[in-house]
């Protein structure tokens, strides 16, 4: 029978996770260059140029999953947004005043959860997500989920999202579905 592998998750803050952005862009640019995102070395470049600057926020905060050698098997990162967020004006159709509003402190961002494919299914995503949340003064997340990858979508329907509307995340993205989870 064989042992499973410990799996550590660790939470940080911004300038942990630019320390440890190395690791951030293994796992981002492989679980992100599988089809359906077959994100580019381009994209990849181009998300951690955000990357770096997203890390400076105050309020920034990250998961990095690790093997017991040390070896990065899953990302999570995010942070509230602020008044001034462009997340709502990229839906297809239009929400509520009250649903949109933004204070930099209703709403946590989770930007991107990744977690490569040998580790999947094993708990690690959820793992992650929590790690961010714990302690969380935020009323609710909100995340882009492509609605052609079932198995992120099943995980988050588990754990409570709720789709809100649809969206075009960046210029030239495929269709997403917005889905929020109330945290109180």
Same mark, same amino acid.
């Given at each position: 029978?064989?042992?499973?592998? !410990?799996i !550590?998750?660790?939470r940080?803050?911004g300038?942990?996770a630019a320390?440890?952005e190395? +690791? $951030?862009v293994?796992v981002?640019a492989?679980a992100f260059?599988?089809p359906p995102?077959d994100?580019e070395?381009?994209?990849?470049? *181009?998300n $951690?140029r %955000? $990357?770096?600057?997203?890390v400076?926020k +105050?309020?920034f905060?990250?998961a ?6 040390g070896e990065?098997v899953?990302i999570a990162?995010g942070y509230p947004l602020s ?7 990229r =839906?297809t159709t239009p929400?509520? /005043?009250d649903?949109?509003? /933004?204070?930099g402190?209703r !709403? $946590?961002? =989770?930007?991107?959860l +990744?977690?490569r494919?040998p580790?999947?299914?094993?708990? #690690? +995503? %959820? ?9 969380? *003064?935020? /009323?609710?997340v909100l =995340?882009?989920a492509r609605?052609?990858v079932?198995a ?7 754990w409570g999202?709720?789709? #809100?509307?649809?969206?075009h995340?960046?210029?030239g993205a495929?269709?997403?579905?917005v889905?929020?989870?109330r945290?109180?």
């Amino acid at each position: 029978m064989t042992v499973p592998e !410990t799996i !550590t998750v660790e939470r940080m803050d911004g300038s942990a996770a630019a320390r440890a952005e190395e +690791a $951030f862009v293994l796992v981002y640019a492989e679980a992100f260059g599988e089809p359906p995102y077959d994100r580019e070395p381009c994209d990849v470049d *181009t998300n $951690f140029r %955000r $990357f770096r600057s997203q890390v400076r926020k +105050a309020s920034f905060r990250a998961a990095l999953a690790r093997t017991g050698d040390g070896e990065p098997v899953g990302i999570a990162y995010g942070y509230p947004l602020s008044p001034s967020a462009g997340w709502w004006d990229r =839906l297809t159709t239009p929400v509520s /005043e009250d649903l949109r509003r /933004e204070d930099g402190h209703r !709403t $946590f961002g =989770l930007m991107d959860l +990744a977690v490569r494919a040998p580790w999947r299914r094993r708990g #690690v +995503a %959820r793992r992650m997500h929590d790690a961010l949340l714990t302690g969380a *003064t935020e /009323e609710r997340v909100l =995340l882009n989920a492509r609605p052609d990858v079932p198995a992120a979508q099943a995980a988050y329907r588990s754990w409570g999202y709720r789709k #809100v509307g649809e969206a075009h995340p960046w210029e030239g993205a495929d269709l997403h579905d917005v889905m929020m989870l109330r945290l109180r």
